[in-house]
Nanobody, 114 residues
Framework: QVQLVESGGGLVQPGGSPRLSCAAS????????MGWYRQAPGKQRELVAR???????NYAGFVKGRFTISRDNAKNMMYLQMNSLNPEDTAVYYC????????WGQGTQVTVSS
């Protein structure tokens, strides 16, 4: 079983560029397609970006070229570089496999506000 710990969120000004990190335990991380999800207040959790075990990337339409997902299988790490944030990006961000096979971590709160 893979355990996931997200970090890197916080209060960000509109237009800001935080980088989220996901640390995964276990030796099987590299075999899974992984993704970043988010859940805004009062809304369902949604997939933001996906990266396959081979490194191919896919993004939700609302990302519009602003985010970049990456992974370092040697370190069991995944990242989300976020640029040009707006208040609508405010949410708790989570990492998990795609589909979400593992227990959800605590997530990392990203609040976009001036």
């Amino acid at each position: 079983q893979v355990q996931l710990v997200e970090s890197g969120g916080g209060l960000v000004q509109p237009g800001g560029s935080p980088r989220l990190s996901c640390a995964a335990s276990g030796s099987m991380f590299s075999l899974y397609d992984m993704g970043w999800y988010r859940q805004a207040p009062g809304k369902q959790r949604e997939l933001v970006a996906r990266i396959t075990s081979g490194g191919s990337q896919n993004y939700a339409g609302f990302v519009k070229g602003r985010f970049t997902i990456s992974r370092d299988n040697a370190k069991n790490m995944m990242y989300l570089q976020m640029n040009s944030l707006n208040p609508e990006d405010t949410a708790v961000y989570y990492c998990n496999a795609v589909p979400a096979l593992f227990q959800w971590g605590q997530g990392t709160q990203v609040t976009v506000s001036s």
